[in-house]
């Protein structure tokens, strides 16, 4: 479904992405995982459109990305929850779950799968008209990946979705995950978490200074004694 080969990304002289390659099937979960400054979060913005990559392809069921605007990317079926959220603070959650459903017109459609945000999130249907801003850390990456999910998206691309939060939200949270990834959509989990990350991915791919550094199943990548010395603290 995702076929990235070569991806470059520079900030001015700063090599942040060295040509990197990887791909994310359809109905599959793959993780990126990697150390602060890795380069993951400039690896996702390239795939969403939100920078310009220097060099590479991206190939999204079969056709080139790498040229299209972002707002084409959500009607193609891809959404993006970033890193930090990015809550609309001064509008309620309703009105950002609308906002995550902007480029549909299919009003039913969109009133059904807020109701399916609300059934895998109970806590933001009690806060319904309450403004994003005052919401807790953890009720805000809810909404977020709610937003994101009102796109009706083929693929989820997550950015450090455990960032911040207490262990009992982050379990909440990955339940969700875990349960649209069970409904058949495709995710790229971006963590720093590695341990839950390759807990809950199918495959997983191990980022450093810029480039991949190893792959493998997530299983495996776990038994890994480097992933084990450097991600997991053993
Ligand atoms: N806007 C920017 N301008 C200049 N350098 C940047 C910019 N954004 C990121 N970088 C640099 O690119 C490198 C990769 O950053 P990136 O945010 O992609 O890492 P990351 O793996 O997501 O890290 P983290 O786990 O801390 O979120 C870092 O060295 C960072 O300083
Ligand atoms: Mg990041």
């Known amino acids: 479904m995702l076929e990235v080969t070569g991806l470059r990304v520079a900030y001015g002289g700063i090599q942040a992405v060295r040509g990197i390659n ?122 977020a990946i709610g937003r994101a999910l009102m796109s009706r998206p083929k693929l989820l691309l997550l950015d450090e979705p455990s960032m911040g939060l207490a262990p009992l939200m982050v379990q909440k949270i990955f339940e969700v995950i875990c349960a649209v990834a069970k409904e058949g959509m495709t995710v790229l989990l971006i963590e720093q978490n590695a341990k839950l990350a390759l807990e809950v991915s199918q495959r997983g791919y191990v980022m450093e200074s810029g480039e991949i550094t190893l792959t493998g199943e997530s299983g495996a990548l776990l038994e890994d004694p480097k992933v084990r010395a450097a991600y997991l603290g053993e």
């Open 22 to 143: 990887f791909h994310v099937n359809q109905g599959e979960m793959v993780a990126l995982i990697g150390a602060n400054g890795a380069g993951k979060t400039s690896t996702l913005k390239a795939l969403a459109r939100l920078l310009n990559a220097a060099g590479g392809s991206v190939r999204y069921c079969g056709k080139e990305i790498l040229n299209l605007p972002p707002h084409q990317l959500v009607s193609a079926g891809i959404a993006l929850v970033p890193e930090g959220r990015g809550v609309f603070p001064r509008m309620s959650i309703v009105e950002n779950l609308q906002m995550g459903a902007y480029s549909r017109r299919d009003n039913d459609g969109i009133e059904a799968d807020k109701e399916h945000v609300f059934s895998l999130f109970p806590r933001l249907k009690e806060r319904a008209f309450q403004l994003a801003g005052t919401l807790s850390g953890g009720e805000q990456q809810m909404l």
